[in-house]
């Protein structure tokens, strides 16, 4: 079976690198299906849980993103994230507040002035959506 390179490259570490069958990523214009042999291409990426298919495996890895870049050359994937876990290095407990502050600071910017006045509502939007990325890599339910 044919298989493109995979490397999910953070700041401070390499997070994942394999010969996969194919990647399913969240990019700033939409869902994208890469498969081996595919045209070059470089887009933004949003936070999310990205889909890995292994060549031969049928259930699919998750790695969470905190959203990056990722370039695709024919023969290699590189995901450059600002952050990013594979779901065993994902402390959802840590995830979970983080989901929970976010909810509760964007209920507070909609309840308006003065509640609102210190909530900066893109950050707590930008911050939920990092949480609920790495609840879905854990497979836990998010609204
Ligand atoms: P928090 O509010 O919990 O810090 P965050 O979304 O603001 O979450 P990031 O800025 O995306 O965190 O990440 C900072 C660092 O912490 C990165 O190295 C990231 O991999 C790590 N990290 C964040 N949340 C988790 C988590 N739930 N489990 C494991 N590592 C995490």
């Known amino acids: 079976m044919a298989?493109?390179?995979?490397?999910?490259?953070?700041?401070?570490?390499?997070?994942?690198?394999?010969d996969i069958a194919m990647l399913i990523v969240r990019s700033t214009g939409g869902e994208l299906g890469i498969l081996p042999r595919h045209a070059p291409l470089v887009t933004g990426l949003i936070p999310h849980a990205m889909r890995v298919k292994l060549p031969g495996e049928a259930e699919e890895q998750l790695i969470a993103v905190s959203g990056g870049f990722m370039e695709v050359t024919p023969e290699k994937i590189t995901v450059l994230a600002g952050a990013a876990e594979e779901p065993l290095n994902i402390d959802v407990n840590r995830?979970?507040?983080?989901y929970d502050r976010a909810k509760q600071r964007i209920a507070k910017f909609h309840q308006g002035p003065p509640e609102?006045?210190?909530?900066?509502?893109?950050?707590?939007?930008?911050?939920?959506?990092?949480?609920?990325?790495?609840?879905?890599?854990?497979?836990?339910?998010?609204?």
């Open 95 to 98: 995830a979970q507040q983080a």
């Open 3 to 18: 298989t493109i390179k995979l490397e999910v490259v953070s700041p401070d570490q390499m997070v994942y690198e394999q």
């Open 116 to 143: 609102s006045n210190d909530i900066d509502f893109k950050r707590a939007e930008l911050a939920l959506e990092r949480a609920k990325a790495r609840l879905k890599a854990c497979k836990r339910e998010v609204a």
